[in-house]
């Protein structure tokens, strides 16, 4: 399993909604994939960061940082080539990079979720 479905699957476990994930690779020479989804509040935020970085470390892949840990609406985790935002559901709908990235192809996680 790659990086990207690990992510996806951790995801899915704690419940994240409208997961996204974005090929970033014509768009920036230092990340390639951007995976972006929604929790409906603070503790099911931390709940699935946690989770993401636990299923990652299980297999050998540390997060190089952490950005919006306490009291964010969005939570930033950088694996280097792949970038993880975790908004709240407001906050997602403010920034919309979704709408940013608009031109950015999608990646199909149908077969990455049970």
């Known amino acids: 399993m790659n990086k990207v479905e690990l992510i996806v699957k951790a995801l899915d476990e ?42 990652l470390e299980e297999n050998g892949i540390f997060v190089k940082k952490i950005e919006g840990m306490k009291n964010s609406k969005w939570i930033l985790m950088d694996y280097a080539d792949v970038i993880v935002h975790i908004f709240e559901t407001e906050e997602r709908k403010a920034y919309n990079l979704e709408k940013l990235w608009a031109d950015m192809p999608r990646v ?6 049970d």
């Open 14 to 55: 704690k419940m994240a909604d409208n997961i996204e994930v974005l090929d970033m690779q014509l768009a920036s020479p230092i990340f390639d994939t951007f995976i972006i989804c929604t929790a409906s509040n603070e503790r099911l935020m931390q709940a699935i960061r946690d989770n993401v970085q636990d299923k």
């Open 108 to 113: 199909n996680i149908e077969g990455m979720i």
